[in-house]
């Protein structure tokens, strides 16, 4: 199986732009999780997609947003970037059906802020 | 916050030796998980302990859960220097919540 992809791989823009990264799960997946990696922060949870729905979310401001199409493909947008959201953002997906969840990761998205 | 938490924060030995790394976490889980990233890259599930076991194995992997002190360890034996990476604990949000949460990871260094 194709392993979960991400696009693009690195970002650069400035400050109060916004941006759409998207992520593309392993076949068969239903369940799209999101985070954010800094160095200061670590990793973070963003939110949880599955079925087109989302099911978990964590402590981000609105300006953090997803979605998910039917396809299981998932997008999140960022709005009125700010220098802090520079950061890896990792999508991982996984089966989503019980509580132990193996996340399959991709290789994320680095994004810069300027 | 933080469910789980690392320990220690980097560890630096050379090829051959044993690594020990350790987690804490603060509320009862039913599973944990470790993780391998290596540098600015996806994560890597490794291995996933229930919390009914004690101990479990995946080649040169071994961990272990302690559930009366809410902590687990990871050891890798015989290190190469391909097993330099950050490793990561994961366990579910408190509150019952399925997702993984993550620690701040120990940074393994093994020097060839």
């Known amino acids: 199986k194709a392993g979960v992809t991400q696009t693009p791989r690195y970002l650069i823009k400035t400050r109060g732009q916004q941006v759409t990264l998207s992520c593309s799960p392993i076949?068969?997946?239903?369940?799209v999780s999101w985070y954010q990696q800094t160095p200061g922060q670590g990793l973070q949870f963003l939110f949880e997609?599955?079925?087109?729905?989302?099911?978990n979310k964590g402590n981000f401001p609105g300006r953090f947003s997803g979605r998910q199409f039917s396809n299981s493909r998932s997008e999140m947008n960022v709005s009125t970037l700010e220098l802090g959201d520079s950061a890896l953002y990792l999508c991982?997906?996984?089966?989503?059906?019980?509580?132990?969840?193996?996340?399959?990761f991709g290789p994320g998205t680095r994004l810069t802020v300027l | 916050s933080q469910q789980g938490e690392e320990d220690p924060q980097a560890l630096s030995i050379q090829e051959g030796e044993n690594a020990t790394m350790n987690c804490s976490y603060k509320t009862s889980i039913n599973n944990l998980q470790w993780y391998r990233q290596n540098s600015g890259r996806g994560l890597v599930h490794l291995i996933l302990?229930?919390?009914?076991?004690r101990e479990k194995h995946s080649g040169r992997l071994r961990v272990t859960l302690d559930t009366s002190k809410k902590s687990s360890s990871l050891l890798i034996t015989a290190s190469r220097a391909a097993d330099t990476a950050s490793y990561f604990c994961a366990t579910p949000k408190s509150g019952g919540s399925y997702i993984p949460t993550f620690g701040r990871g120990t940074s393994l260094i093994v020097h060839p």
């Open positions: 076949s068969g997946h239903r369940s």
């Open positions: 991982a997906s996984s089966g989503g059906t019980n509580s132990y969840n193996e996340q399959f």
């Open positions: 302990i229930r919390s009914n076991e």
């Open positions: 997609y599955f079925s087109e729905t989302q099911r």
